[in-house]
């Protein structure tokens, strides 16, 4: 169906009041809606910026913003939660936590790429048990490594998933047959997409063609109890949009956030960094931000069709409507763009929330919350009550249905980047950060909501500190947060973490990774190892396919990097692979490995004879 096909429903004057009426005597369920988008700083969000100082609202100059009146009608009309967060703020172990209610490490999916657990039960599940017409759209993430991975097999609940795209950040859209498909061609070898946005319009560009698929599926369903979950890939790089988006903001300057020339590298956090891939050292692009601006400003159109299709059919009234996303974006602050860090523009999620005549409109929500509660939370709404899993998020429906317009406890929420690199909790003013490379740093976010300062050590602090440790740990034990097991985060001032081997994290669906990074330093004459896969990982008589991805920090002259497997009982039986690169090259290592007989084979990864190297991640499967 054509946009133009909508317009006319949304005139149908006739069709609409029927709607209204049937809706209004049958007293259904109410239907829910999630428009979930990729990577989207807070602060873009015309809603968030009202409610923080000028300060923080402009971090990129006076008056250098987007309007986004249709997701700030969602924060009028309904609730607004200011210290919501990803479980952990990366793309597939946040989406796993949103639709299962678990941390990642117990969904199958801690890491980018890996594959939802068979067994695992999405709130999505539940809802078609129920009763509920279930439909996913767009990005999904949690179904592997497959790209792009259209309508993947094992649909999680969701009994309509034709438009269910497994992960690639493609631009443009089409119908192919039951399905959809790419405009365009991809590239394979060199895993990348090629396309002019200039072809782009408010049919095929992904967000549009997204949402309108979105529509036909409300129209569809809308008799019925329904679950509708949109997920935009945008505002995620590449950061290209279409017309006229792409110029709309071409006049505005963009300066760097305080926090970018704060930054320097002796005053990060040890669990940050300033270099690498997602460095922003060589400061602001301003056609990029434009275009993420202009991203932002066509979803924000498109919530607005979708709000309005809403109204227009009757079902604004019985319709949850969510909108978040799956993290943010540093877009510069602290020298960094993208996520994967605990600072508030990385961790911190938009959540927006209607329900008119159930959630208060203007409400604000500002106890910390993260997107494991989402599932409970959700579920409750609906009044849904049999079929639950155990989640370990906790049903927050009571802070939005109740009749206050500003509720704020201290709760303390932990979070996590799932690959043991850092944890933190949180709550609406407090940010505590342990990791194995760092002192613990305790944040103020009311005195320095920078988070430029390290208050752990502040006397007046003392108790503060104290009080959210102890919140961390009892979380971290409650929750098998792998960290703690791993043992070494530093737990005061002047700590250290105790040395011990790496240990991979074992996963499900055939797949072992660690998601490191391990880094090793080698002396000439040596073997050095980043890392360690112990004994025991791998099954005899198997054959597995290794992905090993890598930066080089440099070698010596004649040097190598090495990946070997070996097994410690037959000294003799191992297999070597070498390679060179030059400083800052990266790459991915794959190998298949094939086992005999003994289980005791062991994977090593490190440098032969001086140099340094980076192991990003390791991926085993099952070949
Ligand atoms: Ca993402």
């Known amino acids: 169906m054509k946009r133009r096909n909508f317009n006319r429903l949304i005139s149908a004057a006739g069709l609409a009041a029927m709607g209204q009426h049937t809706l209004a005597g049958k007293a259904k369920q109410p239907n829910l809606l999630i428009i979930h988008t990729d990577e989207h700083n807070f602060r873009t969000l015309g809603c968030y910026r009202d409610l923080m100082t000028d300060d923080q609202s402009y971090v990129w100059g006076k008056g250098v913003k987007v309007e986004t009146p249709h997701l700030d009608s969602l924060a009028r009309d309904g609730a607004i939660a200011t210290s919501y967060y990803a479980a952990s703020p990366v793309c597939t172990p946040s989406r796993a936590s949103i639709i299962s209610g678990l941390y990642p490490v117990h969904t199958g999916s801690p890491v980018n790429d890996m594959p939802l657990n068979d067994d695992l039960v999405t709130f999505a599940e539940v809802l078609k048990r129920n009763g509920y017409a279930t439909s996913y759209v767009g990005k999904w993430h949690l179904d592997g490594d497959a790209k792009p991975g259209f309508a993947p097999a094992r649909k999680f609940g969701w009994d309509d ?3 269910m795209i497994n992960r690639g950040h493609w631009k443009m859209l089409e ?53 509708v979950m949109v997920s935009i890939p945008d505002p995620h790089g590449p950061n290209h949009v279409r017309k006229p988006y792409d110029t709309m903001f071409a006049d505005m300057h963009f300066e760097n956030p305080h926090t970018m020339d704060a930054s320097t590298e002796e005053t990060v956090p040890g669990w940050s960094s300033i270099k690498g891939k997602n460095s922003a050292e060589k400061g602001l692009k301003q056609e990029q931000m434009q275009w993420y601006f202009g991203m932002v400003k066509c979803i924000d159109d498109n919530v607005g069709r979708i709000l309005n299709y809403l ?22 602050e602290h020298k960094k763009h993208n996520k994967g860090v605990p600072f508030e523009a990385s961790a911190k999620i938009p959540f927006l929330i209607r329900w008119p005549g159930h959630i208060p409109s203007g409400k604000v929500v500002r106890s910390a919350q993260s997107n494991i509660d989402f599932a409970p939370m959700a579920l409750s709404m609906t009044g849904v009550k049999t079929g639950w899993p155990d989640f370990h998020g906790r049903d927050t ?36 950060v342990l990791s194995p490379s760092d002192d613990p740093w305790l944040f103020d976010l009311k005195k320095d909501p920078d988070e430029l300062i390290n208050f752990y050590t502040h006397p007046e602090y003392k108790e503060i500190a104290e009080k959210m440790q102890a919140e961390l740990m009892a979380q971290m034990e409650r929750y098998a947060e792998p960290a703690l097991a791993n043992g070494n985060l530093i737990y005061e001032t002047g700590g250290s973490a105790p040395q011990q081997e790496n240990k991979a994290l074992s996963s499900s669906e055939g797949y072992v ?23 025991g990982t791998f099954e005899a008589n198997t054959a597995y396919e290794l992905a090993v991805e890598w930066e080089s920090k440099g070698l010596d002259a004649g040097a190598a990097f090495f ?60 070949k």
Not at 320 to 329: N, R
Request: charged share 30%; glycine share 10%.
């Open 175 to 227: 119908k192919d047959g039951n399905t959809a498909k790419f405009v365009g061609s991809f590239n394979e070898k060199n895993n990348q997409y090629k396309f002019d946005i200039n072809d782009a319009d408010e049919l095929s560009f992904t967000t549009d063609f997204l949402c309108d698929r979105t529509l036909e599926i409300i129209e569809r369903d809308k008799t019925k109890p329904f679950c």
């Open 563 to 622: 990946a070997n497997f070996l097994d410690p009982k037959n000294k003799k039986a191992k297999q070597t692979e070498t390679w060179t690169a030059v400083v800052g090259e990266t790459g991915t290592l794959k190998a298949v490995l094939k086992t005999s007989g003994s289980k005791g084979w062991t994977l090593h990864v490190g440098v032969r004879d001086g140099g340094e190297l980076l192991v990003k991640r390791i991926k085993i499967k099952k």
């Open 311 to 332: 109204e227009s059919q009757g079902l604004a009234d019985n319709t949850i409507v969510v909108f978040t996303s799956d993290h943010g974006d540093l877009m510069g």
């Open 513 to 535: 990774v660690d998601s490191g990074p391990h880094a090793v330093k080698g002396e000439p004459g040596q073997w050095a190892r980043a890392i360690t896969v112990p004994g």
């Open 161 to 163: 998933n034709r438009y």
């Open 397 to 432: 429906s009571g802070d939005y249905l109740s009749p206050e317009k500003d509720v704020g406890d201290d709760r303390v929420v932990y979070i996590t980047n799932a690959g043991s690199r850092w944890v933190a909790a949180v709550n609406r003013r407090y940010k505590l």
